[in-house]
């Protein structure tokens, strides 16, 4: 393994981090918030150390060195740590608004991560800037820390493709053109756009600007922070539980769909499977849950009933988790099925978290061709996608990751129960963190937070966001000692 460029790529992404929190630092300078010395102090002072790091880095390569490309195993340890390194700095304001290194660590992942899993049992008592801050983590991370610095660092051999499809949400990373920056670019390009348009519907629906940017980052990430202790009831307006409702949806949809529609392709949309598998189940379960809360007798009007169950499905599927109701207040059987939805997650491709539909469908369409095949054993069947013919590998590779992250969910979960919390709770809130979702049953509940684990339990619910985040397999490649050797 090349660990100088391990060390330079790691120190660049670190100063991008610290450069963010800087550019947020001088939004508190310009708007007079009390807390711009907080952000200026910490940003500069990760600035100063990644970029020592990078320069000690960049004076090892000599003149004569012949070009350096990332390799496969290069590209497993830089993803993965970036986000650890990531977190760290993201950490650091938080430190200073009386959390410990663990709940600030905590709070950053989930961030980065777009979890949205907190430990603020006030969030409306953080400062300004501060909460700005919390919401970018979760920008960032939703369209992807790499995908940001392929799209602005020129990387060396032009090898990114290996960081591309370590941190890609998707068992099918898919490049918009020939060259890899331009399809990085043209990715975070339409996700500015996604962003700017919901800041000016909710801005038009009566949120303060301040709340629609911090609001728009959270819900395009699929992230699901919010300025206030209420999430998004504290609004109490149908519009913006609407708009936010509809932006998840687009959230959780392919981006390369997106940009297929923006470059007139009408129909992209349609035309994909896993699109209609995403809008089938949300139409699907949207109706259930609005049938079985008026069939419970809960004393609201239909047409909030429709909504809030929109909004819950949508939130959930999308691993997004804000709230605009205590789901726990409604009958079991909408329980069961938010904590199905839980386990599918968005579309590949998006800022969702979970499975993703894609894995989803390949496997009930694997499990369709083997019962067939029972029938008719020498009939020759594979998976279709499009109407493409998928090859075995693909099938295998997404039956080892379901296998993988049924073990995971069992081994935390057993390991949370272990610390004293009950199995609902556990089981749920493990899921809701490996799956990005933020909310869970239980403890863990829509109404409820993270700041009663113990500290173990911290860090084995930030693991979990960070193997679910980068889909399991880019993690725990780290612990296998052939990625280390050189």
Not at 25 to 36: F, M, R
Not at 172 to 181: G, M, N, V
Not at 218 to 239: E, L, Q, V, W
Not at 344 to 359: D, F, P
Request: with cysteine; net charge positive.
């Amino acid at each position: 393994m090349n660990r100088r460029i391990v060390f330079l790529l790691l120190a660049l992404i670190g100063a991008i981090v610290a450069g963010t929190m800087f550019a947020a630092s001088l939004i508190a300078a310009v708007c007079h918030w009390p807390d711009v010395l907080l952000l200026l102090k910490w940003s500069l002072g990760a600035l100063g150390v990644c970029g020592a790091i990078a320069m000690a880095a960049f004076k090892k390569r000599r003149k004569n060195d012949p070009p350096e490309h990332i390799t496969g195993r290069e590209a497993f340890v830089i993803v993965s740590l970036s986000w650890v390194i990531a977190s760290v700095i993201g950490a650091l304001p938080y430190t200073d608004c009386g959390l410990t290194f663990t709940d600030a660590f905590f709070e950053a992942m989930s961030g980065f991560s777009t979890t949205g899993a907190s430990i603020l049992t006030n969030v409306e008592g953080l400062s300004r800037g501060v909460l700005l801050w919390r919401s970018l983590t979760h920008w960032l991370g939703g369209m992807g820390i790499i995908v940001l610095c392929l799209a602005i660092i020129p990387f060396i051999g032009g090898s990114g493709i290996e960081l591309f499809k370590a941190e890609s949400p998707t068992p099918i990373p898919e490049k918009l053109t020939p060259r890899l920056s331009q399809t990085a670019l043209y990715l975070w390009l339409v996700y500015i756009l996604l962003t700017v348009l919901e800041t000016i519907a909710l801005k038009l629906c009566g949120m303060s600007f301040y709340d629609a940017v911090n609001h728009a980052f959270a819900t395009m990430a699929t992230g699901g922070f919010s300025t206030r202790n209420a999430s998004i009831a504290a609004f109490g307006s149908p519009a913006v539980e609407w708009v936010i409702t509809v932006f998840m949806f687009l959230a959780g949809v392919n981006f390369t769909l997106h940009f297929l529609f923006l470059r007139g392709s009408f129909g992209a949309y349609f035309a994909d499977d896993e699109f209609r598998w995403y809008a089938g189940i949300t139409l699907i379960v949207t109706a259930l849950i609005a049938v079985c809360a008026a069939g419970a007798g809960m004393a609201q009007p239909l047409s909030q009933t429709i909504r809030h169950a929109a909004f819950q499905t949508v939130t959930i599927l999308t691993t997004t988790g804000f709230g605009v109701t205590d789901t726990l207040q409604w009958p079991y059987f909408v329980h069961l099925i938010l904590l199905l939805l839980m386990f599918i997650g968005g579309c590949a491709g998006s800022t969702g978290g979970g499975m993703k539909v894609l894995r989803v469908m390949v496997l009930t369409r694997s499990v369709k061709n083997d019962m067939l095949r029972t029938l008719q054993p020498k009939r020759v069947l594979c998976v279709r996608i499009g109407g493409k013919p998928q090859e075995n590998d693909l099938v295998r590779s997404i039956l080892a990751f379901f296998v993988m992250f049924m073990i995971l969910l069992g081994v935390m979960s057993l390991a949370l129960t272990w610390l004293g919390i009950d199995v609902l709770s556990s089981l749920s809130g493990v899921l809701a963190c490996l799956s990005n979702i933020g909310p869970g049953l239980g403890q863990f509940g829509p109404v409820s937070n993270y700041a009663t684990v113990p500290t173990c339990g911290k860090w084995i619910l930030s693991f979990a966001m960070l193997v679910g985040r980068l889909e399991i397999t880019t993690v725990m490649m780290l612990f296998m000692p052939s990625t280390w050797r050189r």
